[in-house]
């Protein structure tokens, strides 16, 4: 069965750093791309950005670009969302997806709060 | 690169079909057949109905159906249940290789 599992809900304060985690099994990991998805309370998803694990090629949104870093560490398929310098407009659900030309199995979701 | 644009409500009684529209550009939605749907519940993940215009995975209903002309796609659930109020989401491959997602649809039925 294929399963994306995300770390837990993160409460930070502006200017902290953050990293999140999406953990696949179930799947070769290094075969299939998986990108993030932000949800932002009460709005719609917005596409974030993607890797292919197997070779750690990287794409990203031009509204998220230089904002966020993704990654991934191919030897425990876990891919990684991360923030050097939070803001309070980062507040969201964050989702990870296993991705071709579509987003067929999504995690479920972490929620991070940003708040001083 | 812009959000897909959707309604941002649409409604229907019971039995009845409705249509969700996505509009593009000839930079995405027009310009490949790589659109997907997305029905998301309140305080759930988002589900995938449709992918590639018009293709069900398995265990999505036969009531969700998708298709596409020019710049625009359209998902249409016929039969409409409680249990399609939902979120919908349209999705799509742009020119620079990156995805974009539509602005959402709340599907109400009375």
């Known amino acids: 069965e294929v399963q994306l599992v995300q770390s837990g809900a993160e409460v930070k304060k502006p200017g902290e750093s953050l990293k999140i985690s999406c953990k696949g099994s179930?799947?070769?990991?290094?075969?299939?791309?998986i990108g993030w998805v932000r949800q932002m309370p009460g709005k719609g998803l917005e596409w974030m950005g993607i890797?292919?694990?197997?070779?750690?090629?990287?794409r990203y949104s031009p509204s998220f670009q230089g904002q966020v870093t993704i990654s991934a560490d191919k030897s425990i398929s876990t891919a990684y969302l991360q923030w050097s310098s939070l803001k309070a407009s980062d507040t969201a659900m964050y989702y990870c997806?296993?991705?071709?030309?579509?987003?067929?199995?999504w995690g479920q979701g972490t929620l991070v709060t940003v708040s001083s | 690169q812009s959000a897909l644009t959707q309604p941002a409500s649409v409604s229907g009684s019971p039995g009845q079909s409705i249509t969700i529209s996505c509009t593009g550009t000839?930079?995405?939605?027009?310009?490949?057949?790589?659109v997907s749907w997305y029905q998301q519940h309140p305080g759930k993940a988002p589900k995938l109905m449709i992918y590639?215009?018009?293709n069900r995975p398995s265990g999505v209903s036969n009531r969700f159906s998708g298709s596409k002309s020019g710049n625009t796609a359209s998902l249409t659930i016929s039969g409409l249940q409680a249990e399609d109020e939902a979120d919908y989401y349209c999705?799509?491959?742009?020119?620079?290789?990156?995805?974009?997602f539509g602005t959402g649809t709340k599907v109400t039925v009375l």
């Open positions: 590639d215009v018009s």
């Open positions: 997806v296993r991705s071709f030309n579509y987003f067929d199995y």
């Open positions: 179930g799947y070769s990991f290094t075969s299939y791309w």
């Open positions: 000839s930079n995405d939605v027009g310009g490949y057949n790589f």
């Open positions: 999705s799509s491959y742009t020119t620079s290789t990156t995805r974009v």
């Open positions: 890797i292919y694990p197997g070779d750690s090629d990287t």
